[in-house]
């Protein structure tokens, strides 16, 4: 299979260019010089010219408290560059993969939430990142929305600095010896190379749809960074804190676990647990 990936050297595309390249697929991997989603006519003659069987967008307006001040640039590029993709799509008829995010939920239901479960955005990264949702099942017939929560992998995350929230506290730790992370804000952080691992078998399914794909249980960002510190022997005080003493400009969900329950209707193999992620993470990443 062709495959072009949009984004290819941030966080995810540099794990999911390598995934699909490992099963056999021809990978064109098109960074932000190449392509910019936001133009159509550029995005019409790139893909045009590629002709693939399938465009994975890992592309988007990720900063989530900068977005609150900037609506249009977010809607720009994860809503409007997103249509740009799926009205090609719809036109060529190359199938598109898009991810979303947990933080379409507002944590009411305080339950694994599945993909039936009714979005309700509490911020405009979260309702961008939705509408590009919308715009997918509107325009792209064969589509996969991929939701992802927290993620962290071994390529930087070049629209949060270069970092990712591991590297982050270890950097804290080592400035400040002393850390304060919130315990009353629970998720699935996920490692993108375990994401990236169960695309190609998700994709040859054909089966096309909405899936919620993360590792297996939940913490708070404070257990996580517990488990980061227990992992990487820092002796750094770590200090528990809550949303109320830690305001950002953004309000996010208390509660965004996800449950891959399309998915594991599929019969594929689920996501191994996110401790085990995190460990393996980090040893690769020399960082435990
Ligand atoms: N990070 C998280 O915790 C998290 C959580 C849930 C969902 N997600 C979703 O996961 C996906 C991947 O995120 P990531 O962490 O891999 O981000 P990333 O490292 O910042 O990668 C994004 C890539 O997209 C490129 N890009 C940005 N704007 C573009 C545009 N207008 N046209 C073409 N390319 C553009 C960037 O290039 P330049 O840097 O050169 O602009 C970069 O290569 C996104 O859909 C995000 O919403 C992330």
Redesign the pocket.
Known sequence: MKVAV????????QDVARAFGARGHAVTP????E????DAGRVRSVLQSLSPDLVI??????QVDLAEDEPGRAFA??AL?VRNLARQAGQDGFALL??????VFDGAKNAPYVESDTPHPLGVYAAS?LAGEHFVQAYAPKHFIV???????A??????QGE??VRTMLRLAKERGQVRVVEDEILTPTF?ADIAARLPDLVETQAYGLYHLTAGGQCSWHEFTRAIFDLAKTDAELLATTRADFPTKARRPAYSVLENAAFKKLGLADLPQWRDGLARYMREAGLA
Do not use: W
Request: glycine content about 16%; proline content about 2%; hydrophobic content about 35%.
């Open positions: 949009v984004g290819a050297n941030g966080q995810l595309g098109l960074t932000h010089a392509i910019e989603i936001c967008n890992t592309a988007a307006m990720l590029v994860n560059g898009e991810f979303g995010t947990d933080y990142k939701r992802v929560s927290g993620i962290y992998g390529a930087p995350c070049r629209g949060k990712n929230f993108t």
